[in-house]
């Protein structure tokens, strides 16, 4: 599994089978949940998301809370 450490890694699950079509990185539930909002085929990283808008992952995550109501996972 992953070698990341988060304070309660219980909330956040890594896809171990997936990776991000677009830089080959690993995939999480937070990254599925900000693609299914913004209509995406597939699980792309926030990373990824983030560089297509042009826009900082901190202001892709306040962009998903204020437009969407989605917060990330704790541990992120």
């Known amino acids: 599994m992953n070698e990341r450490s988060f304070s309660n890694p219980a909330k956040l699950y890594w896809y171990q089978d997936l ?13 599925k949940r900000c693609s299914r909002a913004l209509g995406y085929k597939q699980i792309v990283c926030e990373g990824c998301i983030a560089q297509e808008y ?14 969407f109501g989605l917060i990330p996972c704790p541990g992120i």
């Open 54 to 67: 042009q826009i900082e992952v901190k202001e892709l995550r306040d962009t998903m809370k204020e437009h």
């Open 19 to 31: 990776s991000c079509p677009v830089c080959g990185g690993e995939v999480n539930s937070w990254d």
